[in-house]
């Protein structure tokens, strides 16, 4: 069986402050990364998607992708209290009982105002 | 374009009855999967029906089924309902089964009593 883990938390910071959210995933194989953002009652929200080692940026979000120690990272600038939600960490995978993307179990983030 | 689309947003069923879930995937994908999703155990995978068969199965009992129309609109039904059965619910749809990225429907809340 395939994994995916994180750190469940709650990760809290204080509004402003860099959040650090990290993925360790079992399969050398993975080609395809992403993190989903949900908020408490709803459904997950894809907000990054990560294919080559090192970083991507999008806005506020920097996506961070080390194949080689199969590690995944999601580094969130600037935290506001909207950015309180818990994030999943979602893993490309060839099909079979686990589906075509394995997701970790979620980080809960807090950011405290 | 419009996103993934799902109802009932909410269901109160009996033990022993059953249910039928609808999603509606964004235009032109073709792959729909289904997730169910408990505080405990996370999201886990149900089954993927891309072109209107079924390509991937979780490891979840014959009551839960589904099946896919040729416009691509997906139907789970769990029969026999069990306490354990309450869950939200999850579609998530692709475009096609080389793209990994998936994008998930509002959910169906199911409440067995």
């Known amino acids: 069986q395939k994994e995916v883990e994180q750190n469940s938390g709650p990760l809290s910071v204080p509004e402003g402050a860099i959040a650090s959210l990290n993925c360790t995933y079992s399969?050398?194989?993975?080609?395809?990364f992403f993190w989903y953002r949900q908020y408490s009652g709803k459904s997950p929200e894809l907000i990054m998607s990560i294919y080559s080692n090192g970083d991507k940026e999008d806005g506020r979000f920097t996506a961070q992708l080390n194949k080689a120690s199969q590690y995944v990272s999601l580094l969130i600038r600037d935290s506001q209290p909207s950015d309180s939600a818990t994030y999943l960490c979602?893993?490309?995978?060839?099909?079979?009982?686990?589906?075509?993307?394995?997701f970790g179990k979620g980080t809960k983030l807090s950011v405290k105002p | 374009k419009a996103g993934v689309t799902q109802t009932p947003r909410y269901l109160i069923k009996t033990r022993g009855q059953q249910v039928t879930l609808s999603c509606s995937p964004i235009s032109g994908h073709r792959s729909v999967s289904w997730y169910q999703q408990t505080p405990g155990q996370g999201l886990q995978f149900l089954f993927e029906y891309f072109s209107e068969t079924q390509r991937n199965k979780g490891n979840f009992p014959g009551r839960f089924s589904g099946r896919q129309f040729s416009n691509s609109r997906s139907e789970m039904n769990v029969s026999t309902l069990e306490l354990g059965d309450s869950a939200l619910y999850l579609c998530a749809s692709r475009p096609g089964q080389a793209t990994y990225e998936q994008y998930f429907g509002p959910g169906t809340r199911l409440t067995v009593t």
């Open positions: 399969d050398r194989v993975s080609q395809s």
């Open positions: 979602a893993v490309e995978n060839y099909g079979g009982s686990q589906g075509n993307l394995i």
